[in-house]
Every structure is written in structure tokens, then in C-alpha cells.
């Protein structure tokens, strides 16, 4: 039982397990508490104690014990796991894969000076990281230029052009796996596979491309430990992550190897088995939720086989993608948020805004807060079927 004090803003009582009536609920980011319940049965296994004189120098990621045993570790995850082939492939590690994207499109869009500069592109809807991240940067190399099918059809791709393309799959926001919609000698390929994880989908085949991104955030669900992996364009990426943060912490090497260590000390048999069953509770709240409004629909996937649990198994993606269907409601962020439901607007992922994202992953007074909320939606008035 938490104490009092630390009840979340919507929750009061001794246990803190009153939710007060009609308080607002964030279904925004995707904080990926859901496995907070499972590392506070690790507690003590995961734990790590640093004395002030210990790990003080700088961190060079192939100088130390640490860094060798952290990429032994992440290889046997994704072979345990088999989302990812790593044999022969560099692994480099960044400050999340936030850091490793804005390193891998650097490296990649390293052109002659007087070629113009290459194109980012993605499929709609896309992780808007990637647009933001390549305004904020400005670079003279690189220039976000929308969606992917559309360069496709365009008089613009004209096979010169250097273009990067980040796949997202699965995708955030809308779960499915993806693949590259551009080709040609032109064309370099990021894959961010920061889902690609048994909690949200059906392990199909392991990732083996050029570039792959993978994120802690999402593996053991601690996103503020900054952490991700890459593979290849190695020397640019790490010259890269060396001049904007001269490496990842020490501490926060170590802190990964150890819960990474819990992670694949019985093949992620716990931690997948409990974060998959999570969020199949959830979808199943959910879809049931949804099948009775003909007003909001969610996102359809088909059930494929998993190679790491053995079994034909459903999508059970991080983020609802919603769709408003009646054709007055233009504004999908906006109408829930008026019944307090703070999402992701459809617009910020490139899409139109007659959709909007929830977040799915949050902890768990989150997600009976966000249900509480959408029962009350959706069976408001002429809504309900
Ligand atoms: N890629 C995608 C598709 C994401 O959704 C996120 C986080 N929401 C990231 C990358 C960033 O991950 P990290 O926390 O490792 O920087």
C-alpha cells in the first residue's frame, strides 16, 4: 500500500484507492509504468548500491567491464527474445534512443557539401520525434520532408535526391508493423523498433537491417535511464554521441546491466509473460468499452504467430489510435478532452485529426482512471448502440 502522500492527484483515501469523481485523466505520453508492479517484486534483485568514490572517470563504451558485460547482456536479450539478430553488427549505446536517432540521421545524412540537403521522410502517422528533432536541429544536411508515400508519388523523388526514411514498427501511434516504403541506391533506412517487444506485439522474425534502434524505455520500462542500442554506421554515431554527451553515464551502465540481468535470468519469461497480460487485460477492457459505441473505433490488427511465446497471439499495442466516425466531429483530441480525457492529437503524428492517441502503458490507477472516464463517453446519450 502506498502512503497517503503519494497518491496520484485523482486518488485519495489512506490506500489511495478512491478515485475522486470527474478529475481529469493524462492518457498522453507513453510512461511505461504498466511494469512498475513487476520491478517492485524485484526490488531487491534489481537494486544497485554506488559508493561516491566508485565509477568517478569519464566513460568510453568499449573502455570498461561494464560496457562489455552491458553488450553481452543486450545480445543475449534479443537472442533470448529473437527480435534481432546481433552477430556481426556494432551495438552502441546513447542517452535513449532519442539520442541514437538524432546520431544515426547525422550519420546517415553525411553528403557532399554542394549535393542538396537529404530528405527525412516517414510514413503517416509517424512518431513526431522524428519531424521535431530535425527542425530543432536545423541542420544544412537534412530537411524533414512528411510523409513517405507521398515522396513516393511525387515529382520530387526523382531517384537523386539522398533520402532517409525511419520505419517505426511497430508504429507509434497505431501499433502495426511496417515496413519501408521507399527503395533505391538513394534511399538509407532507419528502423526504430523501440516496440518491437512480446508485451505489444507478435514476435514474427528478428529485426536484421542496417540500423535498428531499440529503446530501454520500452524493454524493462525505464525511460528516465536514458539507455538504447544501435547497430552499424558505427564510427559517425559514436562521434557523434561523444560530442553531445560524452557517453552514457557509468551509473547508468551498471544500472542497466543489472536489470538486465533480472531480464534474461529466466529467458524474460516473467517480465514478458506479466507486461503482455497487462495489456491483453487492457485491450480486452478496451475493445469491450469500444464495441458498444458506433461514435469512436479503435485500431484492427489479425492475430499473427510469436516466435518467443510459441503461439498465434493479438497485437496489444502500447497506444489506442481512435477514430471519431461521425462526420462532425472533426476534432477528436478535442471531444475528449471535453469529457477530460487528455490524448495525442491525430495532427501531431502528420494524420488528420479526427484521430486521437491514449496512452495505454501508464501504471495501472492510470489506466482504471482512463476506463472510469471512457464508460462515461461513451455511454453518454445517443451514443450507445
Ligand atoms: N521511438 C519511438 C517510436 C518512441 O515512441 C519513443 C518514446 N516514446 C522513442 C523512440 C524514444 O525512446 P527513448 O526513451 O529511448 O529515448
Not at 537491417?209 to 520500462?221: N, R
Not at 497480460?277 to 484492427?300: A, C, G, P, Y
Request: aromatic share 12%; proline share 4%.
Amino acid at each position: 500500500n502506498k502512503p497517503p502522500c503519494e497518491c496520484n492527484n485523482c486518488y485519495t483515501g489512506n490506500d489511495c484507492s478512491l478515485l475522486l469523481q470527474d478529475c481529469p485523466v493524462d492518457a498522453n505520453s507513453g510512461d511505461p509504468l504498466f511494469l512498475e508492479p513487476f520491478w517492485m517484486r524485484q526490488a531487491e534483485r534489481s537494486a544497485v548500491l554506488v559508493s561516491g568514490w566508485h565509477r568517478m572517470s569519464y566513460i568510453y563504451q568499449d573502455g570498461t567491464s561494464v560496457s562489455k558485460e552491458l553488450e553481452k547482456v543486450i545480445r543475449k536479450l534479443h537472442g533470448v527474445v529473437g527480435n534481432a539478430i546481433t552477430e556481426n553488427r556494432f551495438v552502441i549505446f546513447g542517452s535513449g534512443s532519442t539520442q541514437l536517432l538524432a546520431a544515426a540521421v547525422h550519420a546517415l545524412s553525411f553528403i557532399e557539401s554542394s549535393s542538396p540537403p537529404a530528405r527525412l521522410l516517414a510514413s503517416v502517422p509517424f512518431y513526431a520525434m522524428y519531424k521535431e528533432q530535425a527542425e530543432f536541429f536545423d541542420s544544412a544536411h537534412l530537411k524533414f520532408e512528411g510523409d513517405a508515400f507521398a515522396w513516393k508519388k511525387s515529382e520530387d523523388s526523382d531517384n537523386v535526391t539522398q533520402v532517409i526514411e525511419v520505419v517505426t514498427s511497430p508504429n507509434n501511434p497505431d501499433g502495426m508493423l511496417k515496413r519501408a516504403v521507399l527503395q533505391g541506391p538513394n534511399v538509407k533506412t532507419v528502423h526504430d523498433y523501440a516496440y518491437y517487444w512480446p508485451y505489444f506485439s507478435p514476435i514474427t522474425v528478428p529485426a536484421d537491417e542496417d540500423l535498428s534502434l531499440f529503446s530501454l524505455s520500452k524493454t524493462t520500462g525505464h525511460a528516465g535511464s536514458r539507455f538504447g542500442t544501435n547497430l552499424s554506421v558505427y564510427e559517425k554515431m559514436k562521434r557523434y554521441v561523444t560530442l553531445s554527451s560524452m557517453g552514457v553515464s557509468r551509473v547508468t551502465q551498471l544500472q542497466v546491466l543489472e536489470l538486465l540481468k533480472v531480464v534474461v535470468s529466466d529467458g524474460g519469461d516473467e517480465i514478458f509473460s506479466f507486461g503482455y497480460e497487462t495489456l491483453k487485460k487492457r485491450w480486452d477492457t478496451l475493445n469491450k468499452i469500444f464495441s458498444m459505441s458506433n461514435r469512436f473505433s479503435l485500431q484492427t490488427t489479425k492475430p499473427e504467430y510469436c516466435n518467443y511465446f510459441k503461439k498465434v497471439r493479438d497485437f496489444t499495442p502500447s497506444y489506442a489510435w481512435v477514430k471519431c466516425e461521425r462526420v462532425e466531429d472533426t476534432n477528436c483530441y478535442e471531444i475528449f478532452r471535453a469529457a477530460k480525457i487528455t490524448g495525442r492529437s491525430g495532427k501531431v503524428f502528420g494524420s488528420e485529426e479526427r484521430f486521437v492517441r491514449l496512452s495505454l502503458i501508464r501504471s495501472q490507477d492510470d489506466f482504471d482512471h482512463l476506463i472510469d472516464m471512457l464508460k462515461k463517453l461513451v455511454s453518454r446519450g445517443a451514443d450507445f448502440i
